[in-house]
């Protein structure tokens, strides 16, 4: 099943590459990541692709400390309707 996740990350996480790290993450675990900044340091990733894909993909996100610079991950978002 296709579905559409959307991922608040609260902390420090923009910067240099960041974006192309959540990008190429993404690709790797193939899901289509697009990245939203927020207000100061804060970004939304919108998530999408196959629900086991996204499942894992947040799980990597939560595990690769690099990527999230003590943030913490919010899902806020879940639909199957795209």
């Given at each position: 099943?296709?579905?559409?996740?959307v991922?608040?990350i609260?902390?420090l996480?923009?910067g240099s590459?960041?974006?192309?790290?959540i990008?190429?993450l993404?690709?790797?675990?193939?899901v289509?990541?697009?990245?939203?900044i927020?207000?100061?340091?804060?970004?939304?990733?919108?998530c999408?692709g196959?629900?086991?894909?996204?499942?894992?993909f947040?799980h990597?996100l939560?595990a690769?400390?690099?990527y999230?610079?003590?943030?913490?991950v919010?899902?806020?978002f879940?639909?199957s309707?795209?």
């Open positions: 099943m296709q579905i559409k996740k991922i608040v609260e902390g996480v923009q590459g960041y974006q192309k790290g990008e190429t993404g690709l790797s675990y193939g289509k990541a697009h990245i939203e927020l207000k100061p340091y804060d970004v939304r990733i919108v999408e196959d629900e086991r894909q996204v499942d894992r947040v990597a939560r690769e400390r690099v999230l610079h003590r943030a913490r919010v899902e806020t879940k639909s309707g795209m």
